[in-house]
């Protein structure tokens, strides 16, 4: 018997850190105070019981201070990484598996995202009781609604439909 149990000799403190979850997704460096907007974007609040971590304002290398949300048990399909770019466009996706991280992404911005943003203009047809799926282009700074070609700039999240 060996009492050695396992030591991992810290030759990354910051995978160590990331990986506490045992099944799931880590999103790192995403840029201070947007954590709660990455927990609407993934349609998270708590009532079905998610098992979430977040931190806030955590000191980082990258940034003066990034957010950082572990979801157990979830895995974030393509879509929802597309989405998360709008907000968190210098996030790392981490994807843990065991307590490892199996697979790392970085976030990159879609050119289109569909069905997920809801458009703030009253008179759009995206918007009327008609049911037509919502379509917005990803501008440098911003998005744009394909049908009525308004744009927005800020509060993106708040366009998130739930
Ligand atoms: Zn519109």
Redesign the pocket.
């Known amino acids: 018997m060996s009492d050695d149990h396992d030591h991992h000799d810290g030759n990354d403190d910051h995978e160590l850190r990331v990986s506490k979850i045992r099944d799931g997704t880590v999103i790192d460096h995403v840029r201070g105070g947007q954590a709660l907007n990455v927990l609407a974007i993934l349609g998270i609040d708590g009532t079905n019981g998610e098992e979430v971590s977040v931190g806030m304002n955590v000191p980082s290398n990258r940034f003066a201070r990034k957010d950082i949300v572990k979801v157990e048990g979830r895995e974030l399909s393509q879509d929802e990484v597309d989405v998360l770019s709008l907000i968190a466009p210098d996030a790392t996706i981490n994807i843990v598996r065991d307590y490892d991280v199996v697979e790392k992404h970085r976030v990159e911005r879609p050119d289109v995202v569909e069905g997920v943003l809801s458009?703030p203009?009253a008179g759009?047809i995206?918007t009327g009781d008609e049911p037509v799926t919502s379509r917005f282009t990803v501008l440098e700074d911003g998005v744009r609604?394909s049908?009525?070609e308004?744009i927005v700039r800020e509060e993106i999240a708040s366009l998130i439909e739930t």
Request: charge should be neutral; proline fraction near 0%.
């Open positions: 458009c203009n759009c995206t609604c049908y009525c308004t």
